[in-house]
């Protein structure tokens, strides 16, 4: 076994070909409130992932699910976070492109990711792999999905600044060509901000 990370509320390891989510117990929690959250938590990630396949978006693929544990497949791929700056201009130009189409299907299903940053996109050749859905949920609420590319933009203006503008003008292009409301989402992105009321969903992962 492989530990890849330990996060507040889950550790993810390898063993073999596999990636194996697991929500560990929180003792500090009543044990019925922390196990409903357990259970729920990974039953509600399950079921995005699967969706968000649905949508045409490229995630895991799932080989099992239990009460606290996601079974996935191992993708072999480098974090984006990691490479951004090692890229061909021409290329991360349509590659954060291709990235704006998926986040597009994403939200015209009704998924948000959550915590959409670089970390949590795989690249592996040419292809692009969306992870960890942890703080992910189903929604209709276009604040929801402004508040899901206003992480996105933060995630960008923090990490990769020298490319901010290049990187936001591709995303959103590439967004737009799915969601047909887009310009409503990205004004609600834009008021957001200014207000400060941007914040992270949900419980940490």
């Excluded at 500090?28 to 649905?54: G, S, V, W």
């Excluded at 402004?146 to 901010?164: G, M, N, P």
């Amino acid at each position: 076994m492989q530990i890849i990370s330990v996060g507040a509320e889950a550790i993810i390891y390898k063993e073999g070909s596999f990636i194996i989510k697991e929500r560990v117990k929180k003792s500090y929690r009543n044990e019925q409130i922390d196990e409903y959250l357990r259970k729920f938590r990974t039953k509600r990630e399950a079921k995005l992932l699967h969706e968000a396949k649905k949508a045409g978006v490229p995630v895991p693929f799932i080989f099992d699910v239990d009460d606290y544990r996601i079974v996935m497949d191992y993708i072999d791929g480098k974090i984006l976070r990691d490479v951004v700056d090692k890229l061909d201009d021409n290329f991360r130009r349509k590659l954060f492109e291709r990235i704006g189409e998926y986040v597009g299907k994403l939200h015209k299903y009704g998924i948000v990711h959550g915590d959409l940053t670089t970390s949590n996109i795989l690249i592996k050749e040419d292809k692009i792999y969306f992870i960890d859905f942890g703080l992910g949920d189903f929604t209709k609420d276009l604040e929801d999905f402004a508040v899901d590319l206003l992480l996105f933009k933060k995630c960008i203006r923090t990490s990769h600044y020298r490319y901010e503008n290049e990187i936001l003008e591709a995303f959103l292009k590439g967004y737009c060509k799915i969601v047909k409301n887009c310009n409503e989402i990205i004004k609600r992105m834009n008021e957001i901000e200014r207000m400060g009321r941007y914040f992270k969903r949900g419980g940490g992962d």
